[in-house]
């Protein structure tokens, strides 16, 4: 028996006792107990919580890869009816002029994408111009006019009837033409011309329409109000109509509106000054900055990936790995890795000229980071940009409009093909053949899918002729669109492998998580079962002693 006992509450849901009474601590036992039983989930939590470091690393690389994705496809033209077209079909205009005169002065140019690059030789020698017309001068602009009428006023094709009464003003006239301003194409001002003078001053809203005015019943107003003569003609001509008259190259063309964009096909001008001793030249072309800097988006995006590889990747001079590497030795990020590189070492032939990024100015510097030589960038574009498109973007070529691409995917096999194509009565494709080989496409209706293996694996083109013909097609894949595709292959949220990978981390993840629980509720239970047990066992081992004290209690008051 122990004299000195150190007692412990102990505590469960449904017990509650003092251990420690019975000469032993139970509650040592049983933190030892349920140590032993929750121990598997310890080594499942620290598990979890180096899963959940691989999980933020794979997001931070689907994001640094996603961010590259959106630089390629900037270059590589984007499959697909509603996509936006790669930045090489941008297009911009180059103004000068052959005299000190600034061409923003003049006219400002907005090109379609697209369009031809060619250049012309403009002179502006006359703005096209908006009528306007006034009426005599009036007493007060407040004061009731004392005319009743109804008179049209319009332009062109346009008009409406404009209701005076004898109380109304000046101001009251100019409000009725205002409220039918959208209807007539005319409105109204007035113009205090002295302390005691006022006019009535009517503008088209358009140039090259001439202002109309008639009476309709009642009093004349515009003669009363000294706009019209009696002859009907305009008294007083404050600006004559007169169209836009401008030269490119050495033809003469008119406009009725400075905003013209039907002269030249996909260019839209705005004139703002005429000028009959300057010729400006509009070359349309490139847009060479907006290549550039997406061309230097592209080299960013791809170091702040490379920068995040490097951590992960960094091992010191002993060769332990370092704490920040959480994906070392990682199959994902040694696939990207070994994708990205062989990518930016490959080489491009362009009419049996081979050209690299190096070609552009684009290298790798010591650590295998992207560096670009502006100078030689600005020059290669300036002189070749037509070659970087080549290296880039997707590019296709038919002789036939009604064949078209639908879709592309993977790597595509470049080439050029005669594809022999028989449509049946109703306009769905009956055969396609390419020099006697059916065997390529695969035929749904008026849809062609190149068949998996093929040298057109991964095309898919639609066919919108009715009759059978011979369509001549060129496709070819640059290095931006095979590029993101080999990224797809990763970063797809579909089956991408780095989307799999995260899948099965989280999976793994969740499937811990729920038997670490499970071990915690049974080691609950099992704390629970154990010290319902020792306080039995504690409260017997109590009232033996008890007992014990009482028979050495009598032993010895008999002797």
């Not at 111009?129 to 006023?153: M, N, P, Y």
Request: overall charge negative.
């Amino acid at each position: 028996m122990v004299d000195d006992v150190s007692s412990t509450l102990v505590t469960t849901s449904s017990t509650t006792y003092i251990s420690g009474l019975s000469g032993f601590d139970s509650s040592a036992l049983i933190e030892a107990a349920v140590q032993a039983k929750l121990a598997p989930a310890y080594v499942l939590e620290a598990r979890v919580e180096e899963d959940e470091a691989v999980l933020s690393s794979y997001s931070e690389m689907a994001s640094l890869l996603e961010t590259l994705e959106d630089t390629l496809n900037a270059l590589r033209n984007e499959p697909g009816t509603l996509s936006d077209p790669s930045v090489f079909e941008s297009r911009a205009a180059y103004l000068s002029s052959d005299d000190s005169s600034t061409p923003g002065n003049y006219f400002g140019v907005v090109v379609d994408e697209n369009t031809e690059p060619t250049s012309y030789e403009i002179q502006i020698q006359q703005l096209a111009t908006a009528h306007k017309i006034s009426s005599d001068r009036q007493s007060s602009e407040t004061d009731a006019l004392g005319l009743d009428g109804v008179f049209s006023l319009g332009t062109g094709s346009s008009s409406a009837d404009i209701t005076i009464a004898a109380d109304m003003s000046l101001e009251d006239v100019r409000n009725a033409i205002n409220d039918s301003s959208d209807k007539s194409g005319v409105s109204a001002s007035i113009l205090q011309v002295s302390d005691t003078e006022f006019i009535l001053v009517l503008s088209a809203s358009e140039t090259g329409q001439e202002i109309s005015l008639s009476s309709v019943s009642g009093e004349d107003i515009a003669q009363n109000l000294g706009i019209l003569n009696t002859d009907s003609s305009v008294k007083n001509e404050l600006q004559t109509v007169q169209n836009a008259i401008l030269s490119v190259d050495g033809v003469q063309v008119e406009r009725s509106t400075n905003s013209i964009d039907d002269l030249i096909e996909g260019v839209s001008l705005d004139l703002y000054g005429a000028n009959q001793d300057a010729t400006f030249t509009l070359e349309l072309d490139y847009s060479y900055s907006d290549v550039k800097e997406e061309l230097l988006a592209f080299v960013d995006a791809y170091n702040a990936y490379r920068e995040f590889a490097l951590i992960h990747q960094d091992v010191d001079s002993s060769g332990n790995v370092s704490e920040d590497a959480i994906l070392f030795g990682d199959d994902v990020l040694r696939g990207v890795n070994n994708s990205l590189y062989d990518s930016l070492n490959d080489t491009w032939d362009v009419d049996g000229v081979t050209y690299s990024l190096g070609s552009l100015g684009i290298t790798f510097d010591s650590e295998n980071a992207l560096e670009v030589d502006e100078t030689v960038l600005d020059a290669f574009l300036l002189d070749n940009i037509d070659v970087v498109a080549e290296m880039f973007e997707f590019q296709y070529e038919s002789d036939d409009e009604n064949l078209m691409v639908l879709s592309r995917e993977g790597q595509i096999a470049s080439g050029s093909y005669a594809l022999d194509i028989s449509v049946d009565g109703g306009g769905d494709i009956t055969g396609v053949s390419v020099d006697g080989d059916d065997s390529l496409f695969e035929i749904d209706g008026n849809t062609l899918t190149g068949v998996a293996g093929s040298e057109v694996a991964g095309m898919v083109f639609v066919f919108t002729g009715t009759e059978s013909s011979t369509v001549n097609i060129s496709f070819s894949q640059g290095f931006a669109d095979s590029l993101y595709n080999e990224l797809d292959e990763y970063t797809n949220v579909v089956d991408g492998s780095l989307t799999e990978a995260k899948r099965a981390r989280e999976e793994r993840v969740s499937n811990a998580t729920s038997e670490i629980s499970s071990i915690e509720s049974a080691a609950a239970a099992e704390e629970d079962r154990l010290i319902t047990y020792y306080a039995n066992l504690e409260a017997k081992i109590a009232v033996a002693n008890a007992l014990s004290d009482y028979l050495d209690a009598i032993t010895s008051s008999d002797d």
